[in-house]
């Protein structure tokens, strides 16, 4: 099994249009505090699928070098998750999505002269694809009412994204979720910061340490940090980045 982020940006992406702060000027140098919208690869020999759609999708499927896609899964209905699904016009036919029936009804409806093949799942039921078994957790994250993070297990290894969230998951998701190999979480911004709808760096890496993750990276990132390189050497902060790559050995 082999994940990929693909973007791990906010809504805006870094660098944000107009702006001059530190981390968007170091983003338009090509580094890696360039981010593009949030969405994730999983890969098998048996196929690949995107946790999400970002509007960055088609550089982002360039760069990868991914020419099909078997399965697609929506936490949510927000542009920034979706709005890169219709770049599959004209290129992939009878695309098989998946997700909880409210998410994947409303962004079906926006999308509709692709006409997705619709699969819908409830949440902490498990379904297959690629050789691998997902699931949906149920995680907060305003005005959504049915947010979805994201579990993968290949049998020997657990991958966990949490999914636009606030820090509130339910003990239940939290339970569901415990002890990953790989924690891949939303952290919108550094932690002398707070936003409603999302968890600052501190509030996530707190849900690492409870839910007992052997290893945290931190996603869906926006530019409020310092520059990539600058906040991982000072702070130490588990940062994602374009294009890193996770591979597990089942």
Known sequence: MKITLLGTGDAPGTPEIGCSCAACTDAKCGT??????FSILVQTEQG???????????????????????????????YDHYGGFPEFYRIQKDIHVYGYRETVDYIS???HFIEPVKHYVNFYEPFSLIGLEFSLFEVIHPPETHPAGVMISDGKNKVVISGDSEKNISEKSLDYIRNPDLFIVDAIVPAHMEVNKHMNSKQALEIAEKIHAKRTVLTHLGHFYKPHDVEVEEN??????????FEFES
């Open 32 to 37: 890696k505090s360039n981010r593009t919208r």
């Open 48 to 78: 690949n699928v995107l946790i999400d759609t970002s509007p960055d999708m088609r550089l982002q499927l360039l760069k990868a070098d991914i020419g099909h896609i078997d399965g697609v899964i929506w936490t949510h209905g927000h």
């Open 109 to 111: 409806e926006m999308v």
């Open 236 to 245: 130490g902060l588990p940062l994602g980045y374009d294009g890193m790559e």
